[in-house]
């Protein structure tokens, strides 16, 4: 495995970390404001696009900076270090989803429309996946598009859709030809979420705060142009949205979880027990943090083996599934031992809000994207060659 640092990667994280400094948002991210979150999430995105910092890793072509996969990571590296805000936002997946989806997959027009929108923080996206009875089982989703001359008219219902309450359109996946079932009669489209038809209930989550929602559907009428790939064959369309997801794109997720270990670390080093040691003297304490940073480390050096085997060009493969999985179920353990660290004093959420709500938030971490169960299949299956 070579990821190698060179020169210009040094001085390139420099330049990196100087604007980052210089640019990032000093006041925190407004809670549960529906109108101020999406602006705040807006303009940071905005702002970074202005820097020439928008859509990273997209092509020039379209509008992005067109690095590395190694000086991505140095990005998300910086971006972590210097504490910026959270990177899964309003604008996350337009960013990690439905752009790299359009790029790959998307007609020309669907680019034009589209992604100079999201990179510049204009356009918000959501996904439209779930339902109530098909989330990991996604094949079995039954939210209905029937052909009506030049358009698609939706029915039904999708759940978990994250930041719905603030997206203008959605990648929406619905069944196309009931004569099928699971994986064909499947499209993947373009939907916008202020068409007549649409309604938007969010949910409040552990946390207290509403990330997700349920979208329902009355007879919505979407144009045949929204359609990326082809009807009835939206699966592979999805699975590349998906590989998006599980790939690269948990670069800013991972490195925001090194950040936070360490100041579990510090706080532990820093802040007595009951008879006035450093909690960190405490054996079992000391232990159980040093396991976590092994695995953080180990993590990060998953996602310089993700670096090293890319060849670039098309989606990535199944390949993401183990660093998703070893990411969501790491983000668990981490929240929990913060928790376990934190004693009585976590149920605090004025002096300890952070681990709290990383806590809470990372129960959705092993379901979100394809539930652990789910990742573990797809390495079974298509990388170890096991049978279903």
Not at 68 to 75: A, G, M
Not at 278 to 285: G, R, S, T, V, Y
Not at 311 to 326: K, N, W
Request: charged fraction near 25%.
């Amino acid at each position: 495995m070579k990821t190698e640092i060179n020169r210009a990667d040094v001085e390139f994280r420099e330049q990196v970390r100087t604007w980052l400094e210089e640019n990032r948002p000093r006041e925190p991210r407004p809670h549960n404001d529906f109108a101020a979150e999406r602006a705040y999430d807006c303009a940071w995105q905005r702002r970074q696009y202005d820097g020439g910092w928008a859509g990273i890793g997209w092509p020039l072509e379209y509008g992005g900076r067109g690095l590395s996969l190694l000086r991505q990571l140095i990005w998300f590296e910086e971006y972590a270090r210097a504490k910026c805000p959270p990177p899964i936002d309003a604008c996350w997946l337009g960013l990690n989803h439905a752009g790299p989806t359009l790029i790959a997959l998307g007609t020309e027009q669907q680019k034009k429309k589209h992604l100079p929108a999201v990179l510049r923080g204009d356009e918000v996206w959501c996904q439209g996946f779930s339902e109530p009875n098909a989330g990991s089982d996604l094949a079995s989703i039954r939210t209905r598009g029937v052909i009506d001359g030049d358009y698609l008219v939706v029915t039904g219902q999708k759940t978990w859709t994250s930041f719905a309450h603030l997206s203008d359109y959605q990648e929406l996946l619905v069944r196309t030809d009931p004569s099928t079932s699971r994986h064909t009669g499947l499209t993947w489209i373009i939907g916008d979420m202020h068409a007549p038809g649409v309604t938007v209930r969010p949910i409040r989550s552990l946390t207290g705060a509403y990330h997700n929602c349920e979208v329902f559907y009355d007879e919505v009428r979407i144009p045949l142009v929204n359609v990326v790939g082809e009807i009835n064959r939206g699966w592979s369309v999805a699975m590349a949205t998906l590989g998006f997801e599980r790939g690269t794109a948990g670069f800013g997720e991972s490195n925001e979880l090194a950040v936070l270990l360490d100041e579990l670390i510090d706080h532990a080093r820093t802040t007595a027990d009951d008879n006035g040691r450093p909690l960190i003297a405490n054996e079992a304490i000391a232990r159980d943090l040093g396991q976590a940073k092994a695995e953080v480390q180990a993590l990060q050096a998953l996602n310089r083996l993700t670096i090293s085997r890319a060849e670039g060009g098309g989606p990535p493969g199944a390949e993401g599934s183990i660093v998703r999985l070893f990411m969501s179920e790491l983000e668990k353990s981490v929240g929990r031992l913060a928790m376990e660290i934190l004693g009585v004093r976590g149920l605090n959420r004025l002096d300890h809000d952070k681990w709290t709500h990383y806590y809470l938030f990372s129960f959705c971490q092993t379901i979100a994207g394809g539930t652990s169960e789910i990742q573990r299949n797809i390495i079974g299956e298509r990388l170890l060659g096991l049978p279903r």
